[in-house]
């Protein structure tokens, strides 16, 4: 904080479901934070009042405050879902402009397993996937979400939706399908609005 020059709250985006500070899952990272208590970690290295929020969450946050579902944000009775594609499938879930944090959708079951293991953006490269397959194992995936919450927006983020155009053709949900639009700033943005919201 010294080299930012910064007093004040601080926001924390962390990959997993976080609870009033304590991390109760980590999909994609090291066993070794689950039960961490970010807020004691925080605490200590910078003495500031300190708010934890799952990344996916900051990520849809700050779409609908000021990107790309900005629309719905007093839209009564819509429901939006924020999808960030990446190393796993994350996921914000919002009704009349409410936030229900840790939805963790990524985890759903899908073909025999965690979805995010069969549709995320890095099993387009691992498994060295033309647009097409892969696209095809996103819309089924987007078919269960629909199933489960009948989204009105989806928002879909991470660095594969800058491609957005050589997949879109694929994909047949009737939920309307808009491109995140503040990539790498959305969780940094998220992360912040959660200090001074009640989330």
Same mark, same amino acid.
């Given at each position: 904080?010294?080299?930012? #020059? ?50 996916? =969450? ?7 405050? $000021? ?8 839209? =009564? ?15 914000? $879930? ?5 936030? $229900?944090?840790?939805?963790? $959708? ?32 996103? =819309? ?24 957005? =155009? ?17 990539? #790498? ?15």
């Amino acid at each position: 904080m010294r080299t930012l #020059n910064w007093s004040g709250p601080i926001g924390l985006g962390y990959p997993g479901v976080v609870k009033r500070g304590l991390c109760l899952s980590a999909a994609n990272i090291a066993k070794s934070w689950l039960q961490v208590n970010l807020y004691d970690i925080l605490g200590d290295l910078t003495s500031e009042q300190t708010d934890a929020i799952n990344d996916a =969450d900051a990520a849809g946050l700050a779409e609908l405050q $000021f990107g790309a579902a900005q629309s719905e944000a007093g839209n =009564d009775g819509r429901v939006v879902l924020m999808l960030t594609l990446g190393t796993g499938i994350g996921s914000a $879930f919002f009704y009349r402009g409410r936030l $229900f944090p840790n939805t963790e $959708f990524g985890h759903i079951e899908l073909m025999g397993g965690d979805a995010e293991k069969y549709a995320a953006a890095s099993v387009r490269v691992r498994e060295n996937l033309d647009w097409q397959p892969w696209a095809e194992r996103l =819309d089924r995936y987007l078919a269960e979400m629909e199933k489960l919450i009948s989204p009105d927006l989806i928002v879909l983020g991470g660095g594969i939706s800058e491609n957005y =155009d050589r997949y879109k053709a694929y994909l047949t949900t009737s939920a309307e399908i808009r491109v995140a639009q503040l990539g #790498n700033e959305a969780g940094i943005l998220g992360a912040a609005l959660a200090v001074y919201h009640d989330i």
